[in-house]
């Protein structure tokens, strides 16, 4: 199965955007989504994910407080809401799949090899 991310666009900084991950084919109790970000010149990053059956959630630093994943079970659909935007967080924005949800929410955001399934990004502008 394929993940379909989807929601970029070009936004003022201290604006929002809110993008969604499709994830066909998947239970998403069973599976981390995660969202990974990768800027021009820069590693992929980690940003967000949320894990299995306890739909619990993790953060990367530099958006805490601002970004806020969610996930709609019905539509095997996770969304990454981001708020107060900032130019240092434009990039493509992915959203990934992985089954070993044994890990903890920061080791899954730390080493993006751990997801297996990936989708084809999203490009997110922030810009005046």
């Given at each position: 199965?394929?993940?379909?991310?989807?929601?970029?666009?070009?936004?003022?900084p201290?604006?929002?955007?809110?993008?969604?991950?499709?994830v066909?084919?998947?239970?998403?109790?069973?599976?981390?989504?995660?969202?990974?970000?990768?800027?021009?010149?820069?590693?992929?990053?980690?940003?967000?994910?949320?894990?299995?059956?306890?739909?619990?959630?993790?953060?990367?630093?530099?958006?805490?407080?601002?970004?806020?994943?969610?996930?709609?079970?019905?539509?095997?659909?996770?969304?990454?809401?981001?708020?107060?935007?900032?130019?240092?967080d434009?990039?493509?924005?992915?959203?990934?799949?992985?089954?070993?949800?044994?890990?903890?929410?920061?080791?899954?955001?730390?080493?993006?090899?751990?997801?297996?399934?990936?989708?084809?990004?999203?490009?997110?502008?922030?810009?005046?």
């Open positions: 199965a394929q993940l379909q991310a989807s929601g970029g666009g070009l936004v003022q201290g604006g929002s955007l809110r993008l969604s991950c499709a066909p084919g998947f239970t998403l109790d069973d599976y981390a989504i995660g969202w990974f970000r990768q800027a021009p010149g820069k590693e992929r990053e980690g940003v967000s994910c949320i894990k299995g059956s306890d739909g619990s959630t993790y953060y990367a630093d530099s958006v805490k407080g601002r970004f806020t994943i969610s996930r709609d079970n019905a539509k095997n659909t996770v969304y990454l809401q981001m708020n107060s935007l900032k130019s240092e434009a990039a493509v924005y992915y959203c990934a799949a992985t089954g070993d949800t044994y890990y903890s929410g920061s080791y899954l955001l730390r080493i993006p090899k751990v997801f297996p399934t990936w989708g084809q990004g999203t490009q997110v502008t922030v810009s005046s």
